[in-house]
Every structure is written in C-alpha cells, then in structure tokens.
Nanobody
Framework: QVQLVESGGGLVQAGGSLRLSCAGS????????MGWFRQRPGKEREFVAA????????KYADYVEGRFTISRDHAENSVYLQMSNLKPEDTAVYYC???????????????????WGQGTQVTISS
C-alpha cells in the first residue's frame, strides 16, 4: 500500500504561483513513478505531469509545459508541483498518484496509476 497526502492548494490570482506537495508513505515511495493529475469542474480527470523514480526524467501535458515543474525529494518522501503563470483554466482539484508498475516509462493515463491522494483544490481568479 502507498498512502499519499496532497497539500498546498488555495486561491490565487491569475499570473500567480503555487507549490503543491504530495507526501508519501507505505511501500518504498522512492521506487515509484509519480504523477500529478487534475480534474477541472465538469471535466474528466486529466494528466498534468509525471516524474521518474530518480527524478531524471519528466513528462508534461502540453497545456502546462513551461509553466509547471514536477520534482521529488527522496529524503522527504515527497513529490512537488511548482505552478507558475497560473490561468483561470488551471482551476481544478489536483491529485498526486503513484504508478507502481515497473518498466513502463512515464505514463499519462489515470487508470495506469494504482494509488491516489485525496486531492487539493486550486482556484485561480481572473
């Protein structure tokens, strides 16, 4: 089992920044690919970013490329999502997730991730 807890969400103005954190526990957290997803109001859950077990590789959705940065800290058992130049359309519940299947690369489909946090709300005002 992997337990994931997100934090750092809130209300910011367009153009502002937020840093989301995801604290992990349980199975060896450092060995898993980690991802961030979001669910905007009335929309399906969508991929945001993913990071390899050692942080050496990252993958981003086109709509956040250049504005969001995913990182991880093994000492803190945490994954982060630094979000900059936020837009109203970034308003969503953000979830971190763990992909415990080895050897599949950085995946972007939500069904490929086995463990999920409870989510944190991010609201961007215009």
């Amino acid at each position: 089992q992997v337990q994931l807890v997100e934090s750092g969400g809130g209300l910011v103005q367009a153009g502002g920044s937020l840093r989301l954190s995801c604290a992990g526990s349980g199975r060896p957290f450092h060995s898993h690919i980690m991802g961030w997803f979001r669910q905007r109001p009335g929309k399906e859950r969508e991929f945001v970013a993913a990071i390899s077990w050692n942080g050496g590789r990252t993958k981003y959705a086109d709509y956040v490329e250049g504005r969001f940065t995913i990182s991880r800290d093994h000492a803190e058992n945490s994954v982060y999502l630094q979000m900059s130049n936020l837009k109203p359309e970034d308003t969503a519940v953000y979830y971190c997730a763990a992909d415990i299947t080895y050897g599949m690369g950085l995946r972007s489909e939500s069904y490929e991730y086995e463990y999920w946090g409870q989510g944190t709300q991010v609201t961007i005002s215009s």
